[in-house]
């Protein structure tokens, strides 16, 4: 805050291993393909009332600490086939009169045109992944409003993968994840980047403008955007250079000015950050 940066604290909303150790009962279930078994999935069931009321508890502790915002993580989306706990079973059962089963959503024939070994998606399917990710967009939107009711200030920030703007049909089968129903309930919706592998610079950079683009006319405003830059290779975990995150950050902002949130791996990179850092364009 001295100088002048607002602090966000990048929180899960459902990969809490201690609260899954603690209450085992709190655990979401999923579709296991290879044996056609329903398992826990070690993650928390966002549809239980006792899981809601203790994020509600734990984020506004969190949020009391003088923070300006949070960044959920992608986990707060269940995936292609999780979402099968008992609540969320009970509730689209109330509100389609079909109690779901995975035979209602998947064929144990394989899909040529999905993943190895991935079974077939019936019908139904799409009709249980959008009722999903309106559950979380609604979930969501339940959580702010709690969390802002002691902390009215508090800005919430949502990681989304790139998919959820270029491919948002792939993107709402394989995570539940539809930005169209995710964005009314938050502030920022931080979109990750990064060059695929082989991928030219200029071609990725082409991608990013577009990908930029389509997320304003998603989301409806520029400044609701936050591109996510990475200063480091993934593959070779070394600092990128300057020109490569600059010619990133002008793509970005070629038409629109969403604001950039700069990433490094600080159990790989131990020194200061980027001497980019110094002298972005713009830095929300």
């Keep these: 805050h001295g100088a002048g940066l607002a602090v966000f604290v990048w929180m899960p909303v459902r990969a809490m291993d201690w609260a899954v150790q603690r209450h085992p009962d709190w655990q979401d279930w999923s579709f296991d393909p290879?044996?056609?078994?329903?398992?826990?999935?070690?993650?928390?069931?966002s549809w239980r009332p006792d899981v809601q009321r203790y994020l509600v508890r734990l984020l506004t502790d969190l949020a009391g600490s003088g923070i300006d915002g949070l960044l959920f993580g992608e986990d707060l989306f269940v995936g292609e086939y999780g979402g099968l706990g008992p609540a969320a079973r009970a509730r689209f059962a109330a509100e389609f009169q079909r109690t779901p089963r995975p035979e209602l959503f998947w064929s144990r024939a394989a899909d040529s045109s999905l993943p190895s070994k991935a079974p077939t998606r019936l019908p139904m399917f799409w009709r249980w992944a959008g009722w999903k990710s309106r559950a979380a967009g609604e979930q969501m939107a339940e959580l702010v409003r709690a969390l802002r009711t002691a902390h009215p200030g508090l800005l919430v920030a949502q990681n989304v993968a790139p998919e959820a703007i270029s491919r948002p049909a792939e993107a709402l089968a394989r995570w539940n994840l539809d930005l169209l129903a995710l964005a009314p309930a938050v502030d920022y919706v931080a979109v990750l980047t990064y060059p695929e592998p082989g991928q030219s610079l200029s071609a990725a950079a082409g991608e990013?403008?577009?990908?930029?683009?389509?997320?304003?006319?998603?989301?409806?405003?520029?400044?609701?955007?936050?591109?996510?830059?990475?200063?480091?290779?993934?593959?070779?975990?070394?600092?990128?250079?300057?020109?490569?995150?600059?010619?990133?950050?002008?793509?970005?902002?070629?038409?629109?000015?969403?604001?950039?949130?700069y990433l490094y791996n600080s159990e790989k990179i131990r020194r200061v950050p980027h001497r980019s850092l110094a002298r972005p364009s713009r830095l929300d």
């Excluded at 044996?35 to 070690?42: D, E």
């Excluded at 600092?239 to 949130?261: E, K, M, N, T, W």
């Design 34 to 45: 290879a044996s056609g078994a329903l398992r826990p999935s070690g993650r928390l069931d």
């Design 208 to 261: 990013l403008t577009e990908l930029v683009d389509r997320a304003v006319q998603l989301v409806g405003a520029a400044d609701r955007i936050m591109i996510k830059v990475p200063l480091m290779d993934r593959r070779t975990g070394r600092l990128l250079p300057d020109s490569q995150i600059g010619r990133f950050l002008a793509a970005a902002q070629r038409d629109h000015a969403p604001g950039v949130a």
